[in-house]
């Protein structure tokens, strides 16, 4: 990569920084390489969930050194996009006045399910976004 080809900074939001967020990003930084600089955080961060670690497992995608951060550690920094992932964080995010672009996506949260059901759930997250984030790659990043 060169000096002129900086990666695309972006910034995946939801409210707990737990779940959604975190396969996101996990998912972006592995499938969009040295093409982007991702960033996740929560507008009421709480912990990455154990569900969204085993997920990523099964893909040999390891997100287990991650960590929830609140939107506040981001604000006042320059983003090319921010994708909010959940219906109450794209209501409650605070004004970033560096992001050039914003996206939504409503993607179910699994963190709800009941146990015997919540991998399945956080299965059915990952391969939307692992879908949508394809797609966001070829017609923005590339």
Do not use: Y
Request: aromatic residues 6%; contains cysteine; charged residues 30%.
């Amino acid at each position: 990569m060169t000096e002129s080809t900086k990666p695309v900074r972006v910034l995946i939001l939801c409210t707990g920084n737990s779940a959604r967020s975190q396969l996101a990003e996990g998912l972006l930084r592995h499938d969009g390489g040295e093409l982007v600089e991702v960033e996740s955080a929560g507008t009421h961060p709480w912990i990455v969930s154990p569900w969204a670690i085993e997920a990523m497992e099964e893909i040999n995608i390891d997100i287990s050194g991650h960590r929830s951060k609140s939107i506040d550690e981001f604000v006042g920094e320059s983003f090319d996009f921010l994708i909010t992932v959940c219906d109450s964080a794209k209501e409650s995010c605070p004004a970033m006045p560096g992001v050039k672009d914003t996206i939504h996506w409503s993607i179910d949260d699994p963190s709800f399910l009941p146990e015997a059901e919540r991998l399945d759930g956080f299965r059915r997250a990952r391969d939307e976004l692992r879908e949508r984030l394809r797609g966001f790659v070829e017609e923005r990043v590339r």
